[in-house]
C-alpha cells in the first residue's frame, strides 16, 4: 500500500488508502488538497473516510475526525469490521471535560463536541454583548470552524518554531449536515469553512450526501472549493435487483488521474475494493 509518494512533477502524495485508487491517483492525493467525495447513502463515503484515515494513521499521520453521521464508536466497530483496527491509536474527544494527558493519534469532533462548543461560543457572545446574545447550533459552520481549530490546537498544528511541521488529516462526515436546512447556503459556507480552516499540512476528505431520489446535492457549492472530486454511486436496484456500487475520479488538480469509472465491492476484512469497469 502506498503511503507517500512524490510524483514526477515533485508533488507529495498522500495514500487515500485504497491501492487501486492510490495508482489512478499517480500515487494518491496532492499533499494539501481538499477532496470532496460525492454520492448518495449507501455507496461508500464513510468507508472510504476511514480507509483514508487508517492510512494516515499507519503513516505517523495524526487525524482530525468530525463525524455528524454517528458516534465515533460505531465508526471504530465499523472500521475494525473492515480490517482496520483504529482502537490501537489514541483517541480524544473534544466533547471530554478532561484534557489530553499525551498527545492523541486521533481528536474526534462528534455531535457532542459541536454542542461542548457551541455553548462556549453562546456563551462568550454573551460576555461580549449581554443586551443582544446570539446562540450558536451545533450543526452551524462557525461552530465547525471553531471545534476544527480547536482541534488543532490540541494537535499543535500551526508550525512552531525550530521544530518540523507535521502532516495532519482531516475528515468530515458529512459537510451536507451544515446546510441541510439552507441548502443555497452551501457555497458561502464552503468558501468560509475553506478558508478559515486550510493549511499547508492539512490534506482534507470530505464527503456531500447526494438525495437518493434525485440523485443530485443537498446544497451546490462544495465541489467548487475542492481541489479534487471523487463521485461514488450505484445503479438503480430495482432495475438491476442488485446493489451494483462504482466510483469515478471527476477532478483532481496536479494529477492525470484515471478518467474510467471503478466497480466498488464492500468486502469484510479489506473494506473498499476497486475492480476496473
Known amino acids: 500500500m502506498f503511503l507517500y509518494l ?87 474527544n473534544i466533547a471530554w471535560r478532561k484534557e489530553p494527558e499525551e498527545l492523541p493519534e486521533i481528536v474526534v469532533v462528534d455531535i457532542f463536541g459541536l454542542l461542548k462548543v457551541a455553548r462556549q461560543l453562546t456563551e462568550r457572545a454573551r460576555e461580549e454583548s449581554p443586551e443582544k446574545v446570539r446562540r450558536y447550533a451545533a450543526l452551524s459552520i462557525d461552530t465547525l470552524i471553531e471545534a476544527i481549530n480547536e482541534a488543532y490546537e490540541v494537535l499543535a498544528v500551526a508550525k512552531e518554531r525550530g521544530s518540523p511541521e507535521r502532516h495532519v488529516r482531516l475528515v468530515i462526515d458529512s459537510m451536507s449536515a451544515f446546510w441541510v436546512d439552507k441548502p443555497v447556503m452551501a457555497r458561502k459556507y464552503s468558501y468560509q469553512l475553506k478558508i478559515a480552516t486550510h493549511r499547508d499540512n492539512v490534506t482534507a476528505l470530505l464527503t456531500s450526501q447526494y438525495a437518493p431520489t434525485t440523485r443530485q446535492a443537498f446544497g451546490f457549492g462544495l465541489e467548487h472549493i475542492a481541489d479534487g472530486v471523487i463521485h461514488m454511486w450505484m445503479d438503480d436496484v430495482e432495475t438491476v435487483k442488485e446493489v451494483r456500487r462504482w466510483l469515478i475520479v471527476k477532478k483532481m488538480r496536479m494529477t492525470a488521474h484515471a478518467t474510467r469509472a471503478f466497480r466498488v465491492k464492500i468486502e469484510s476484512g479489506r473494506g473498499l475494493v476497486l475492480e476496473p469497469a
Open 6 to 92: 512524490f510524483s514526477r512533477f515533485g508533488v507529495r502524495r498522500v495514500s487515500i488508502g485504497v491501492e487501486a485508487l492510490d495508482k489512478a491517483l499517480e500515487g494518491g492525493i496532492p499533499q494539501g488538497s481538499w477532496v470532496v467525495v460525492t454520492g448518495e447513502p449507501g455507496v461508500g463515503k464513510s468507508i472510504l473516510c476511514i480507509h483514508f484515515a487508517y492510512a494516515g494513521l499507519r503513516a505517523g499521520d495524526p487525524v482530525v475526525y468530525v463525524t455528524t453521521e454517528q458516534e465515533f464508536r460505531d465508526v471504530m466497530e465499523q472500521a475494525r469490521q473492515l480490517g482496520m483496527d483504529l482502537s490501537q491509536f489514541s483517541v480524544f
